[in-house]
C-alpha cells in the first residue's frame, strides 16, 4: 500500500507566515519589552555576518518536510484546511486502478472512484439541470474546475483550431465527403462568431474540467453506483470516464484545495461562457423551467431565483398527467400555497378552477376573484342531482372496434360503423380535427346512482352497503325511470323537440327534466308492494335510506332538478372559478356532499364536450378523511387516472399523513400525481414520508427542520426543488387562513407604515 501525507502534499497551500496569529495577540509588559528588544539597532556588520549565516543554512529538504508537517494553524487553536478536508486515512495501490480507499475500520471500509468527463464526453448542448439527479443521489462528490483564459491565447487557440478544420473541409471537399464536409463548414462558422464575440468582449473563454468522486462500501456497490452515475448523465448526452492509473491525481482534482494539476491537462476542455453558466453546480438547484406561473422562491440557488410551475406543460413538453398533491402538518401553509396556485392559475393562465371546500377557506379567495361561491346548508335553495345524466365525449382513437373474423377495426372504420350502427352515438370534429364519439353514458349514470345509494346505507359505519337483492331492485328501479323519460344513448333524447327559457335562460332545444330520487322512490314503491299493498321487506333499508333525502326530508338538496340560483346553469359555465363551501355540514352529510359534489363535477363539468378545450383544475382538500371508504375511494381513483384525458387536473390536500401508513388507496394517490408539494413534516413522520412519497434524506431534513410556513420540496416531474411560495401582500389578504395570523400581518404593516411616516 501507498499511504499519503496530506500535510506534506499540500504543505505548499500554507499561509506565508504560519504564525500569523501572534500579530493579534494583546501585549502584556513582558512581550512589549520583548518586542523592544527585538528592533535594537546592531551594527552593520552583524548584520552582514547574519544574511551570510542565513545563506549558509538554508533547510534540508527533509527539515522543510518536517517543519511543514509539524506546522501550527493560522489561527491558534482551530484547524487547518487540509485538516477539514483531508481524510485520516488514504491508500491506493497497483491492482485498485480505479478506486481508493478513505477510511478503514475493523468492520468495513469506504471505497472512492475518482471519474472525469472527458472533451469528448460533451454535448453540443446543455440543459440546466444536468448535475441535479445526480446530486440527489447522497454519495456523489462534483468539483467544476474554471481556469478563464486571456483573450490574446483565447484567440491564438481558435484561430488554429479555424485553420486545422478549413485545412480538413478542402481534404474532404477533394475526396467528395460531403457529410464530414457539411459538419466542418457548422464547426467553422461557430468558431468564427465566437471569435467575434471574444474580440468585442461579448463572450469568454474557460479551461474547464469537471470530475466527480462515486463513494460506495465495497467494490460491488460502487461499481453500481457509478453505473446509475454513468446512465443518468449519458440521458444527457453526457459520457464518464475513471481516472484509471491516475486515482490519487483524480482524488486531488476533485476535492477543492484551490490548485491545478497540470499533469492532468488532458481533462480540460474550453466552454465560453454561457456554457459555464448552464454547468454551474450553484444553479442545477433550480427547476427545469416550462412556461407556467410563478409559484416560489428557490431557496438553495445563491440568486433566489423565481420557481415556475405548469402542471399541463406546453405543446412541446406534456407531463405523464396533470394531477398535483399538497402535503404537510397542520400550520405549514398548504391551503395558503393552493389559493396562491388558483388564483393565479385562473388570473395569468386562464385554467378554470372547482374547489371542494370542507373548512371554508376558499370563500373570500372566490369574492375576490369575482367568481362564485356556494355554500352547502341542509336547508338551502339550490340542488345537486346525483341522478343527472350529462352527454360525454370520448376521443375516437380510445374506441375499440373488431369486425365480425376478430380484427381491429382502423379509425376510419369505426367512424363508418358508428355512423351507421343506429345505437345512439355520434361524431363530433372539434375545431383542431380531433375526432370524437359522443354518447349519453346510462351505465355509469346507474353505478353513480348505485355508489351514492351504498354511500348513504353505509355512511354511519353502523350499516352494511347494498347487498345483491337491493342491487338488482334498485338498477331495475332506475332502468324504469330512464325508461319513462325517453333517455337512451343518443345525445338529442336528453332534450326536447322545442324552444323556450329555463331558469331565466333561453334553449333553441330545452333539456328534459332529470331523473330524481323522488322518481326512484316511488318506482321502487310501485315495484315492490303486491297486489295487497304490501311492501317487499328487500326494498325497506332502500326506502328508509332514500327518505331523508328525499325534497320532504330533512336532507333536500340532493333531490330535484339541478338548481344553483336563479339566471345560474346548471354547469356553471359562465364561471371560471366556483367554490363548494361545505363546511357547515357535519359528519355522514358531510360525506355525502363531499362525494355527490365530486361526483357532479366529473360527470358536468370534466367530461363536459362544450369543456374539452378548457384547462380544468378540480381542488379537494382533506381528500384522505375520505380514502378508506371504498365507494369514494374507486370514484377518486377514477378521477385520478382518467382526467388527464380530460384535459383535467385534481389538486388534493392533506395533513392526515397517519393514513399514508400501510394504506396502498392514499399511495395511489401519490403514484398518479406527478406534481407535489410537501410542506413541514414532524419528526416522527420521517420514515413514513420517506416510504410513502420517496424523499430523500436531505430533503426530509429540511421538512423536520421547522421550516417556514410555505417552505418545502416542490417535486415536479422526478425534479426536487427546495422553495418557498411567494405571495404578495395582496394575496395575503384571502390566502391567509388564520384570522389571527392575518390580523397581526396587518397591525405590523399599518405599524410600519406610521415608522416610516415619522421617520420622513
Known amino acids: 500500500m501507498k499511504e499519503v501525507n496530506f500535510m506534506g502534499l499540500f504543505s505548499r497551500l500554507r499561509r506565508k507566515d504560519d504564525y500569523e496569529y501572534e500579530k493579534d495577540a494583546p501585549l502584556t509588559e513582558e512581550t512589549q519589552e520583548d518586542t523592544q528588544n527585538q528592533y535594537l539597532v546592531v551594527d552593520e556588520e552583524d548584520q552582514e555576518e547574519e544574511r551570510e549565516v542565513a545563506k549558509t543554512d538554508e533547510p534540508t529538504e527533509e527539515e522543510d518536510y518536517e517543519n511543514n508537517r509539524t506546522a501550527p494553524s493560522t489561527i491558534l487553536g482551530q484547524p487547518s484546511l487540509i485538516n477539514m478536508i483531508g481524510p485520516a486515512y488514504w491508500s491506493t495501490d497497483d491492482l485498485m486502478e480505479e478506486t481508493f480507499v478513505m477510511r478503514e475500520n475493523m468492520k468495513s471500509r469506504t471505497y472512492g472512484m475518482p471519474l472525469y468527463i472527458p472533451k469528448t464526453g460533451y454535448p453540443r448542448a446543455l440543459d440546466t439541470n444536468i448535475f441535479q439527479e445526480i446530486l440527489a443521489l447522497g454519495y456523489v462528490d462534483i468539483t467544476l474546475d474554471v481556469c478563464p483564459q486571456s483573450r490574446r491565447d483565447s484567440m491564438r487557440e481558435l484561430a488554429n483550431m479555424s485553420t486545422i478544420i478549413r485545412a480538413n473541409a478542402d481534404f474532404q471537399s477533394q475526396r467528395g465527403q460531403t457529410f464530414q464536409l457539411r459538419e466542418n463548414i457548422v464547426k467553422y ?50 459520457s464518464v470516464t475513471p481516472y484509471a492509473k491516475r486515482v490519487k491525481s483524480g482524488y486531488l482534482q476533485t476535492i477543492p484545495v484551490g490548485t491545478r494539476m497540470y499533469q492532468l491537462d488532458d481533462t480540460y476542455r474550453n466552454v465560453d461562457r454561457k456554457s459555464l453558466a448552464v454547468m454551474d453546480i450553484a444553479r442545477n438547484a433550480a427547476g427545469r423551467f416550462n412556461g407556467g406561473i410563478p409559484f416560489g422562491v428557490n431557496q438553495a440557488t445563491p440568486s433566489q431565483n423565481t420557481e415556475f410551475l405548469n402542471i399541463f406543460g406546453t405543446n412541446t413538453h406534456r407531463p405523464i398527467n396533470y394531477n398535483m398533491g399538497i402535503v404537510g402538518e397542520s400550520g405549514g401553509g398548504k391551503s395558503t400555497s393552493n389559493k396562491i396556485k388558483m388564483a393565479r392559475e385562473i388570473s395569468l393562465l386562464g385554467y378554470e378552477h372547482r374547489s371542494i371546500d370542507p373548512d371554508g377557506e376558499y370563500v373570500l379567495l372566490a369574492k375576490r376573484l369575482g367568481q362564485l361561491n356556494l355554500t352547502i346548508t341542509s336547508d338551502a335553495d339550490f340542488i345537486i342531482n346525483p341522478c343527472a345524466i350529462a352527454v360525454t365525449e370520448t376521443p375516437l382513437e380510445e374506441e375499440i372496434m373488431n369486425d365480425e373474423n376478430g380484427n381491429q377495426l382502423t379509425e376510419e372504420e369505426m367512424e363508418e360503423a358508428i355512423r351507421y350502427s343506429n345505437d345512439g352515438r355520434q361524431i363530433i370534429t372539434h375545431e383542431d380535427g380531433s375526432k370524437y364519439v359522443q354518447k349519453v353514458p346510462i351505465t355509469q349514470m346507474i353505478n353513480n346512482v348505485e355508489g351514492f345509494v351504498n354511500l348513504i346505507l353505509s355512511g354511519d359505519g353502523n350499516e352494511p352497503g347494498l347487498n345483491v337483492g337491493e342491487k338488482r331492485r334498485l338498477e331495475d328501479a332506475l332502468k324504469e325511470v330512464i325508461n319513462r323519460a325517453g333517455i337512451t344513448t343518443d345525445p338529442d333524447s336528453l332534450y326536447q323537440n322545442k324552444a323556450g327559457m329555463l331558469n331565466n335562460q333561453y334553449y333553441e332545444r330545452l333539456p328534459k327534466p332529470e331523473p330524481t330520487l323522488s322518481d326512484i322512490y316511488e318506482v321502487l314503491i310501485q315495484q315492490n308492494t303486491d297486489e295487497e299493498g304490501n311492501e317487499n321487506p328487500a326494498v325497506t333499508r332502500l326506502l328508509d335510506g332514500l327518505k331523508p333525502y328525499l325534497h320532504d326530508g330533512s336532507k333536500p338538496i340532493f333531490d330535484g332538478q339541478t338548481y344553483f340560483g336563479k339566471g345560474l346553469s346548471a354547469t356553471l359555465n359562465d364561471y371560471r372559478y366556483v367554490n363548494f363551501n361545505i363546511s357547515q355540514l357535519e359528519g355522514e352529510f358531510k360525506k355525502v356532499a363531499y362525494y355527490v359534489i365530486t361526483q357532479y363535477l366529473w360527470e358536468r363539468w370534466m367530461k363536459n364536450p362544450a369543456k374539452a378545450l378548457e384547462k380544468k383544475v378540480l381542488d379537494a382538500d382533506e381528500i384522505l378523511q375520505f380514502i378508506d371508504d371504498p365507494v369514494m375511494f374507486q370514484f377518486f381513483e377514477t378521477i385520478v387516472r382518467r382526467d388527464r384525458k380530460r384535459n383535467g387536473s385534481i389538486t388534493w390536500l392533506t395533513q392526515d399523513i397517519e393514513r399514508f401508513k400501510d394504506n396502498p388507496k392514499a399511495k395511489a394517490l401519490v403514484t398518479n400525481s406527478e406534481f407535489m408539494l410537501v410542506l413541514a413534516t414532524k419528526p416522527e413522520h420521517r420514515q413514513l414520508m420517506k416510504e410513502s412519497i420517496d424523499l430523500t434524506d436531505g430533503a426530509l431534513d429540511i421538512l423536520t427542520g421547522h421550516p417556514e410556513p410555505g417552505e418545502g420540496i416542490l417535486r415536479q416531474e422526478g425534479e426536487s426543488i427546495w422553495i418557498r411560495t411567494n405571495p404578495s401582500a395582496r394575496e395575503m389578504e384571502f390566502a391567509e387562513s388564520n384570522r389571527a395570523v392575518e390580523a397581526a400581518r396587518r397591525n405590523k404593516n399599518l405599524m410600519d407604515e406610521i415608522n416610516t411616516a415619522l421617520r420622513s
Open 189 to 238: 462558422n461557430d468558431i468564427e462568431n465566437l471569435m467575434d464575440q471574444i474580440q468585442f468582449d461579448e463572450n469568454r473563454l474557460y479551461d474547464v474540467a469537471i470530475s466527480m468522486i462515486v463513494y460506495g462500501r465495497n467494490n460491488r456497490e460502487i461499481d453500481r453506483n457509478a453505473g446509475i452515475v454513468e446512465d443518468l448523465l449519458a440521458n444527457k448526452g453526457i
